[in-house]
């Protein structure tokens, strides 16, 4: 499916696996809004690399907004209400970010997608997030709506159990991810960031991750 004018934002999501759509360039019109947005969430709970539970630093740096926030230290992997540096709930989610996350899923045939968390991703160019699966949440059975903002990225999917090589999906800005149903449990993850400077963002690229952590 191909877009009539390059620069205009998808009407219909490209289906690149049978439960995965790729929404091209739909959040151009509200881009520069949303990245503020992201921005006010990020002052109240900082950016921080996330130590893995093998003691590894993450090389992409997050934050959460939202009713839960996804952590990771040398516990383990899980959500909670509150932020572990600041000790206080994370920043709410603002409703215009939970409403096109909404109606992203809904184009995509997930109807009343309600997510209660926003991950948020900051990668600086060398950044990468390896291969993995979203299995913190509670009920599978809700999708996982991904925003890319700035630089571009190759974003990695493969298959529901480890090896084989991934597709490649290449991600610009303003693009939306939707996957769920029989590929909720794919693992995914994003190449390295190569260098550059995109307008909307510097030398970053921004990821926003909903997910709806308990049901
Ligand atoms: O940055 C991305 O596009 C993917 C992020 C991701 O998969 C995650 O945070 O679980
Ligand atoms: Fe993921």
């Not at 509200?30 to 990020?42: G, K």
Request: with cysteine.
């Amino acid at each position: 499916m191909q877009n009539d004018l390059f620069d205009s934002p998808a009407s219909e999501p490209m289906q690149f696996s049978s439960a995965g759509f790729l929404l091209k360039q739909w959040l151009l019109p509200q881009a520069t809004q949303l990245i503020d947005e992201v921005r006010n969430c990020v002052r109240l709970s900082p950016l921080r690399h996330f130590t893995t539970p093998g003691g590894k630093s993450m090389s992409v740096l997050s934050s959460n907004c939202g009713h839960y926030g996804w952590v990771a230290d040398r516990q383990g992997y899980r959500y909670q209400r509150t932020d572990p540096i600041t000790q206080k709930p994370w920043p709410e989610m603002p409703p215009q970010l939970a409403a096109k996350a909404r109606q992203a899923a809904t184009l995509c045939g997930f109807q009343g997608f309600a997510p209660d968390v926003c991950l948020i991703n900051v990668y600086r160019p060398g950044a990468a997030m390896g291969l993995h699966q979203d299995k913190d949440e509670a009920d599978f059975s809700q999708p996982i709506v991904s925003f890319s903002f700035g630089l571009p990225v190759t974003f990695l999917w493969g298959n529901t159990t480890r090896g084989g090589s991934p597709q490649r999906i290449e991600l610009q800005h303003s693009d939306v991810l939707v996957w769920g149903g029989e590929d909720r449990l794919r693992y995914h993850g994003v190449a390295k960031l190569a260098d550059g400077q995109h307008p909307a963002t510097g030398n970053v690229r921004i990821n926003l991750t909903f997910r709806m952590a308990q049901s």
